[in-house]
């Protein structure tokens, strides 16, 4: 693969780096290097990268936000969208997103527009490729909510427009495959009142201030709430809350949020991970399921 790639990378808008940190660019600041990371510019290049891969694995990386990669780093391609995909259109009472785009930015564009619903994506600290993917949502507002349809890319299957119905999404979960780059997402809309739109934000942004440890280092929620439930209390009543190891602790004001304290490891992470659904489980039965994405080796 690098042999392929060193011979056409001089050709390309999309930059491509070898053996490169990835975990430095994940909200956990943890883990091991990708063997290629490449920073595509628009799909002809996605398309002539991943023909130089022959059967290497690939995946893609958003903003890193709900993603932990393991401390040996990742054998195979990371792919991130770059700027060609970072554009919003209105068209046909549709909005076309990106899937670079940050939620907050979506979310503040939304608003310039005056156009009602975006206003949980000003919580949520991910792009819009990855929101799509982990269904992303807050305060009773989902990704789903809004959802048109998305066009992916796959080495496969090539381009493929997929409607919301058929991506299946369900709390925190969607049927896209590792396999599978959303490049572009498409919105339905509803034009709403500008001083509501912006009122809502700025309770969104005062409830996440209070209830979250957003300055640490930290993937927001590890575990996804079972049925009628609340991870971060089954948690906390197991007697998890400000639990250690390494340098990874449960954070003392959210506990379902681990945070890395300044030279944790991806093992760290991952092993306090396992010691909390272990606990969890012992005092309740239940067994937690993991909603950050682990990957690499
Ligand atoms: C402080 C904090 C608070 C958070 N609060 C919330 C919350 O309230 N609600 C919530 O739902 N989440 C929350 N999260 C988690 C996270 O922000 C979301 O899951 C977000 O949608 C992840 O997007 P990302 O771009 O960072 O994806 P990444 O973390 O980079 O990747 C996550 C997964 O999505 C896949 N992916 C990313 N981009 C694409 C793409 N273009 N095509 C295909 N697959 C893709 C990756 O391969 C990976 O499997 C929080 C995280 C933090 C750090």
Redesign the pocket.
Known sequence: MEKNLTKIIDKLKSKIYFNYNIGK???FRTGGNARVYAIIENIHELEIILNEINSVKY?????????LVRDNGYDGLI?K?GKG?NKINIFEKKLEVG??I??INLSNFALRNQIQGFE?FS?????????????????GS??KDLLSHIE?YSKNFGIKKIFKNDIDLKY?LSN?K?D????KVCFNINFGDKNLIKEKMEIIKNK?IAS???K?K????TFKNPKNLYAAKLIEEAGCKGLFYGDASVSNHHSN?LINNGNAKSSDLENLGKLVIDKVYKKFGIKLDW???I?GD
């Open positions: 660019l994940t909200w995946c893609v990386l958003g903003s890193g936000s709900n993603l792919i969208l995909f899937a670079s940050l939620d949980f919580g949520i600290p991910g792009s819009i490729g990855g929101a799509v993917k982990m269904n992303a949502g807050c305060y989902e990704t992916i925190r896209i590792s599978e780059i959303i490049y996440r979250q440890p957003i640490n930290t993937s927001g929620s949020f909603e950050i994405k990957i």
